[in-house]
């Protein structure tokens, strides 16, 4: 089901099997085996999947959940984490305090 799915993600992003394989570094015929699953794919190849295309891998191995991250999400909760330890920082707050008082409740 991994074929069908980097089939369904290809497809999405309107790439042909030689744009994809030359842009994860594979081989052509690499690539096509994984959709014809003759091969199943590294974890490595699914890495780089995640990291160029932002698939979600819950959904490429199991098929659940969408199939992409969305990446102003990303950003959106990369900048409020950053905007937490800000303010935790102006007021002296270290997150081991946290930690410490959530354990109290």
Do not use: C, H, W
């Not at 794919?41 to 191995?61: A, D, F, G, R």
Request: no cysteine; net charge positive.
């Amino acid at each position: 089901m991994i074929g069908q799915r980097l089939q369904i993600i290809r497809k999405y992003l309107k790439l042909s099997q030689e744009d994809i394989s030359s842009q994860l570094g594979i081989s052509y015929r690499a690539y096509s085996s994984y959709e014809r699953e003759d091969r199943k794919p590294s974890i490595e190849l699914m890495q780089k999947l995640v990291t160029i295309y932002n698939v979600n891998l819950n959904y490429l191995i199991v098929g659940k959940g969408e199939p992409f991250i969305a990446p102003e999400f990303e950003n959106i909760k990369e900048n409020v984490l950053k905007e937490v330890n800000d303010i935790l920082n102006k007021y002296g707050i270290k997150k081991t305090e946290l930690k410490n008082d959530n354990k109290s409740d």
